[in-house]
Structure formats: C-alpha cells, structure tokens
C-alpha cells in the first residue's frame, strides 16, 4: 500500500527567514506570520505592497519579503491611499498599525479613507497601549486600565471612553468587511488568517476598503508574564472587544 502526504504547514514564502525582534510574548510575531499565510494563499507575493506605521509595526519590513513602505506618524493609511491610487488594479496595498498611531495620530486619516471605500486592507495590531513609546494610553485602552500616563487607571470622566473601531466602520458604507480576532488563542488565530485572506480578496476583487483587527496583548508594558498577561487582557476586554465578522459582502453588517 502506497501512503500519500500531504504537508499542511511550513514556512510561508513571503516571511523573510530572519530573527524577530519582538518582546517575549508580543502578539506582533503571530500576525506577521499570518499576514504572510495570507499573501501566499492568495498569491500575490510579487503584487502586494505593504505600509507600516510608526513604533513596533515599523518593523515589519524586516520579516516580510515584499515591498515596504514606512510611513511618518499618522500616516500610514495617508500613504496607502496615494499607493493604491498610484498601482490601480495591477496590485495590492494593505496598512500594517499600531492602536496608538492608527487610532490616535492616525484618525482622520482612516476614518476618510473608509468613507470614501479606498481600495486598501486596513490591520490594526490593538495591544492596548502605544507600546514602543513607552505604553502610554491609548483610544482602545480600557477603562481602569493603567499605563504610562494613567498610573491610577483609565476613568472615563477625565480621558474619555475605549472606543471600538471595528464597530465604528462597519457602519460606514464604503466598508465592505470588518473583523476581529484575539492573537494569543490558538482557535481565533486560525481564523484571524481567514479574516486577513478575505480582507485582502474583498480588495482585489471588489476594490473596496477592508478593516481587520487583532487585539493582542503587550506583556513589557503590561509588566506580566507572558501567560499572566494573556489572563488579564483575555478578561479585561472579554465584554468590550469581542471577536468575530462585523461586516461582509454577502451579510452586510452583523452586530
């Protein structure tokens, strides 16, 4: 009897065979790897380009092995708008950031883009904080949440409410998807490879704006192990965050 294999994993073409430089247990590692998964499944490795934010997402061009652009503070979906402008349907441009840059600094710009449905895949990496500046508060951090600049925790009254972006531009009609996943669990990091693949082919095949997210965890700022920072973020934001499609093509928006 002949046996027949099949590989099912391996190293994805399109992620540069390099060491990463990440904090031990940073979820940034987890999607970059599945940004690549997404690159090849779709098969386009030589057709996408892609445009980092500015602290721990700028350095994705070093573990990615397709072209890169680094874009200044704020304006990393500015930048991708004039790409995709520029490329038309010849390629593929999608925006890797931060909470902090693309949420905070960054605005404005996202919140144009998608009502205007550029053609661009927006991934947001959510940690909860701007972590490479130090783990400073952020649009998404929590309520009770302490960083750098709420020592005594996140109140509402004098920093304001976590907004939740996912939600947010899935009412917008130039959105044509929008999801979500948790990176540091192991069912929702297979599906967050989904979100990323449909994310890119919504783009490719509709020209229309795509937004996924990724909330993860930052275990430096934090100032946790690796397992007790996935325990406290995993409870934290278990009714504020949830996971799932937000909007799609074919359902329109799901609350």
């Known amino acids: 009897m002949e046996l ?30 599945l940004i690549a998964e997404a690159i090849d499944a779709l098969q386009v490795q030589g057709d996408v380009v892609g445009v980092c934010g500015m602290g721990c997402s700028a350095l994705l061009p070093n573990y990615l092995d397709i072209d890169m652009v680094a874009a200044p503070p704020g304006q990393a979906v500015s930048v991708a708008v004039g790409l995709s402008h520029e490329i038309g349907e010849k390629g593929l441009v999608f925006v ?7 949420y905070g600094r960054g605005f404005s710009a996202l919140m144009h883009a998608a009502l205007r449905g550029e053609a661009i895949s927006v991934f947001c990496a959510n940690n909860l904080n701007m972590g490479m500046s130090g783990g400073h508060l952020s649009p998404t951090s929590f309520l009770g949440q302490k960083t750098a600049t709420t020592p005594r925790g996140k109140s509402a009254g004098r920093y304001g409410i976590s907004l939740d972006f996912v939600r947010l531009l ?32 919504v783009q490719k095949f509709q020209r229309a704006f795509s937004f996924v997210e990724m909330v993860g965890i930052c275990p430096t700022n934090l100032e946790l192990p690796p397992p007790e920072a996935v325990k406290y973020v995993k409870s934290a934001v278990a009714g504020i965050y949830t996971s799932g499609i937000f909007k799609a093509p074919e359902t329109g928006i799901v609350l």
């Open 4 to 33: 027949k294999f099949e590989q099912i994993a391996g190293f994805p073409k399109s992620l540069s065979e390099v060491p990463q430089h990440f904090c031990p247990g940073c979820t940034h590692g987890v999607n970059v790897r």
């Open 96 to 102: 890797y950031d931060g909470d902090g840059d693309l």
């Open 170 to 201: 899935s009412q917008i009609p130039g959105v044509s998807f929008a999801a979500r996943f948790k990176g540091f669990t192991a069912g929702e990091i297979r599906k967050g490879r989904d979100y990323f693949v449909r994310s890119l082919h």
